[in-house]
């Protein structure tokens, strides 16, 4: 069974900024961003791309044509050979009946009830709906699909099944929470054999959004709301939180089965509402580092306490031992490991897919479920990998570096020369981008298309935020570390890997002079584990760089500029290398240097 799962919208960001003001910092407060395509084939997943990365507009939410025409040009296939499209949103007539419903006993002005009413109203006719979605699928790629063969999948759904595909798909209780998706922001429930049990009463709606209300205090921060809430994790480092805490003491109630509200509701549509409100709490707003890092402080304790919550409740429910936690509000990273720890589920998985990246392949995994036989002949017959993506072999790295004429010189080696020539760059303070087989999936870089650097270096985050990324100075880069030495580094408590980023430790005293560059303010680092199974080449230079340094870990950052996605192409890789002050890029086996002219 061959399954296309595809997410994006080509009018919805032009609605959304018609109707509802998503233009300028607000640009992302809509649906449909982290469009994408995955290919499902037997069960395996064989491709998945996000069209940001093929279009290189951050978060895009248009259709994503690039992305669907690679999917079935990477597994030599037409849209003739699909057997079903999976779409991870279910706009039905019911389901906008029941919001229309929500929206008019919510308490609102009525002006604002009714312009509300009538452009989601329109939004689902003209836009989200499934006769607007299969219109549009035919408009972008020439093909009419038969609308008997498109399975529309409930967002959260999508997220869960995402999660519990890319850990094996073992039985599991599950949180999902983001923003908002058709109806509701957070779901709960459970997995057995391949079939969702959502726990009804313990569902929260788009009024009561953890997700939406961080991105408010995003935006009141001065970042950008639905883009910048990692920025906000990484302030609250530099600050404790405040005691009493006016979120939680004063702004949210916690009620049975994991419910929670908010004394004042969202205003989703307004995202400047609860402004005076901050400013209430924590005083007028000022542009220093002490004020935001307290606002932000109290940000991340309150997230912990609803989520907390939330998992208490499915304890009690569910007599699982795995817990999946997916959706936006998942790559808090730095509140998944209290989360874990404070539990008394034996594991907890966050996938490289948690976000809206992820739900082209949990629409995928759900119709495959759905529409397959016996549970036998549901399993997934290979390892889940991030790198999914879009890869170039030499031919067409040496044409694009001959493209790029006298700005570049490079040299070819073997996989051993390059591992023995960059790790002895390594030693120094030298910035260096990494690029090689296929793009990973997902909103972090995994080691394929990833930036590297030695953080035994105090003032290395400083050159790579400041003359690389240009981004703030107070924001830390992760570490990649083998997966088997993790634990001698970071105090991981009951978590043995960390392969995607999705959790935060402690570093072990003794380590802290080690890897200065790679420690946050507050002692912790947001890891990467490795395996020889999943990186081999690069597992391979990390052991060769710390023969050399005593340095068990290297700096991994996105292969990118601030505002712009991670590299795909070879001629994305040299524009970014070209562009900013990275020393050295390795493509493939192509170790290339900026000429001179160009330095």
């Given at each position: 069974?061959?399954?296309?799962?595809?997410?994006?919208?080509?009018?919805?960001?032009?609605?959304?900024?018609?109707?509802?003001?998503?233009?300028?910092?607000?640009?992302?407060?809509?649906?449909?961003?982290?469009?994408?395509?995955?290919?499902?084939?037997?069960?395996?997943?064989?491709?998945?791309?996000?069209?940001?990365?093929?279009?290189?507009?951050?978060?895009?939410?248009?259709?994503?044509?690039?992305?669907?025409?690679?999917?079935?040009?990477?597994?030599?296939?037409?849209?003739?050979?699909?057997?079903?499209?999976?779409?991870?949103?279910?706009?039905?007539?019911?389901?906008?009946?029941?919001?229309?419903?929500?929206?008019?006993?919510?308490?609102?002005?009525?002006?604002?009830?009714?312009?509300?009413?009538?452009?989601?109203?329109?939004?689902?006719?003209?836009?989200?709906?499934?006769?607007?979605?299969?219109?549009?699928?035919?408009?972008?790629?020439?093909?009419?699909?038969?609308?008997?063969?498109?399975?529309?999948?409930?967002?959260?759904?999508?997220?869960?099944?995402?999660?519990?595909?890319?850990?094996?798909?073992?039985?599991?209780?599950?949180?999902?929470?983001?923003?908002?998706?058709?109806?509701?922001?957070?779901?709960?429930?459970?997995?057995?054999?391949?079939?969702?049990?959502?726990?009804?009463?313990?569902?929260?709606?788009?009024?009561?959004?953890?997700?939406?209300?961080?991105?408010?205090?995003?935006?009141?921060?001065?970042?950008?709301?639905?883009?910048?809430?990692?920025?906000?994790?990484?302030?609250?480092?530099?600050?404790?939180?405040?005691?009493?805490?006016?979120?939680?003491?004063?702004?949210?109630?916690?009620?049975?089965?994991?419910?929670?509200?908010?004394?004042?509701?969202?205003?989703?549509?307004?995202?400047?509402?609860?402004?005076?409100?901050?400013?209430?709490?924590?005083?007028?707003?000022?542009?220093?580092?002490?004020?935001?890092?307290?606002?932000?402080?109290?940000?991340?304790?309150?997230?912990?306490?609803?989520?907390?919550?939330?998992?208490?409740?499915?304890?009690?429910?569910?007599?699982?031992?795995?817990?999946?936690?997916?959706?936006?509000?998942?790559?808090?990273?730095?509140?998944?490991?209290?989360?874990?720890?404070?539990?008394?589920?034996?594991?907890?998985?966050?996938?490289?897919?948690?976000?809206?990246?992820?739900?082209?392949?949990?629409?995928?995994?759900?119709?495959?479920?759905?529409?397959?036989?016996?549970?036998?002949?549901?399993?997934?017959?290979?390892?889940?990998?991030?790198?999914?993506?879009?890869?170039?072999?030499?031919?067409?790295?040496?044409?694009?570096?001959?493209?790029?004429?006298?700005?570049?010189?490079?040299?070819?080696?073997?996989?051993d020369e390059v591992v023995d020539q960059v790790s002895k760059l390594l030693t120094e303070k030298v910035?260096?981008?990494?690029?090689?087989?296929?793009?990973?999936?997902?909103?972090?870089?995994?080691?394929?298309?990833?930036?590297?650097?030695?953080?035994?270096?105090?003032?290395?985050?400083?050159?790579?935020?400041?003359?690389?990324?240009?981004?703030?100075?107070?924001?830390?880069?992760?570490?990649?570390?083998?997966?088997?030495?993790?634990?001698?580094?970071?105090?991981?408590?009951?978590?043995?890997?960390?392969?995607?980023?999705?959790?935060?430790?402690?570093?072990?005293?003794?380590?802290?002079?080690?890897?200065?560059?790679?420690?946050?303010?507050?002692?912790?680092?947001?890891?990467?584990?490795?395996?020889?199974?999943?990186?081999?080449?690069?597992?391979?230079?990390?052991?060769?760089?710390?023969?050399?340094?005593?340095?068990?870990?290297?700096?991994?950052?996105?292969?990118?500029?601030?505002?712009?996605?991670?590299?795909?192409?070879?001629?994305?890789?040299?524009?970014?290398?070209?562009?900013?002050?990275?020393?050295?890029?390795?493509?493939?086996?192509?170790?290339?240097?900026?000429?001179?002219?160009?330095?």
């Amino acid at each position: 069974m061959i399954i296309l799962g595809c997410n994006g919208f080509t009018r919805v960001s032009q609605f959304f900024a018609e109707h509802f003001g998503a233009v300028g910092i607000d640009k992302h407060y809509l649906m449909g961003h982290d469009a994408g395509a995955a290919l499902l084939v037997d069960g395996v997943l064989v491709a998945a791309v996000e069209e940001e990365r093929l279009n290189r507009e951050k978060k895009t939410t248009d259709f994503p044509v690039g992305a669907v025409q690679w999917c079935l040009e990477s597994a030599g296939l037409q849209f003739s050979d699909i057997d079903l499209i999976a779409v991870p949103w279910n706009w039905s007539a019911e389901v906008v009946d029941e919001l229309l419903a929500d929206i008019s006993a919510a308490p609102m002005a009525p002006d604002a009830k009714q312009y509300l009413l009538s452009n989601i109203a329109e939004l689902a006719r003209r836009v989200v709906g499934p006769e607007a979605i299969l219109a549009d699928f035919a408009a972008r790629t020439g093909f009419t699909p038969d609308p008997d063969k498109v399975v529309f999948v409930p967002h959260h759904l999508a997220h869960a099944m995402t999660g519990y595909y890319l850990a094996g798909m073992p039985d599991s209780a599950f949180l999902v929470s983001d923003g908002r998706a058709e109806r509701f922001s957070a779901l709960l429930g459970e997995i057995r054999d391949g079939r969702i049990r959502v726990f009804e009463e313990s569902t929260i709606g788009a009024e009561y959004s953890v997700g939406i209300l961080f991105s408010a205090i995003t935006r009141f921060l001065g970042f950008v709301p639905n883009n910048d809430e990692y920025k906000v994790m990484g302030l609250s480092g530099y600050a404790a939180p405040p005691s009493p805490n006016p979120f939680v003491e004063e702004f949210i109630e916690l009620h049975e089965h994991g419910r929670y509200a908010f004394r004042r509701p969202l205003e989703t549509d307004d995202p400047h509402s609860l402004d005076p409100l901050f400013e209430q709490f924590f005083g007028p707003f000022q542009d220093t580092l002490e004020y935001k890092s307290r606002v932000a402080a109290a940000a991340q304790e309150m997230l912990y306490v609803l989520t907390s919550h939330q998992i208490r409740a499915l304890e009690a429910e569910s007599d699982l031992n795995h817990l999946l936690f997916e959706g936006g509000v998942a790559l808090n990273c730095l509140n998944n490991t209290p989360l874990f720890e404070g539990s008394r589920f034996d594991e907890m998985d966050v996938s490289f897919g948690a976000s809206d990246t992820g739900i082209v392949l949990g629409a995928a995994v759900y119709a495959w479920l759905e529409h397959s036989g016996t549970a036998g002949e549901r399993q997934a017959t290979a390892p889940v990998t991030p790198y999914l993506g879009p890869e170039y072999d030499d031919s067409a790295i040496e044409r694009t570096l001959r493209e790029f004429g006298d700005r570049v010189g490079w040299t070819r080696l073997s996989d051993d020369e390059v591992v023995d020539q960059v790790s002895k760059l390594l030693t120094e303070k030298v910035v260096i981008g990494w690029f090689e087989g296929r793009i990973e999936h997902g909103p972090r870089a995994l080691g394929h298309r990833s930036i590297l650097a030695n953080p035994k270096f105090p003032d290395i985050k400083d050159v790579i935020n400041t003359r690389v990324k240009h981004r703030e100075p107070f924001r830390p880069f992760a570490p990649l570390v083998l997966e088997s030495e993790a634990p001698k580094i970071f105090e991981m408590g009951r978590k043995t890997r960390s392969p995607y980023m999705t959790f935060v430790f402690p570093v072990r005293p003794e380590f802290h002079e080690v890897i200065p560059g790679a420690t946050h303010v507050d002692g912790t680092s947001r890891v990467q584990t490795i395996t020889d199974r999943d990186t081999p080449r690069l597992a391979a230079l990390l052991r060769r760089f710390t023969a050399l340094t005593d340095v068990p870990c290297l700096i991994n950052t996105s292969f990118n500029v601030a505002g712009e996605p991670i590299v795909c192409t070879p001629a994305d890789a040299l524009n970014c290398f070209l562009g900013t002050e990275i020393d050295y890029v390795v493509l493939g086996n192509y170790l290339v240097t900026k000429a001179a002219s160009v330095v």
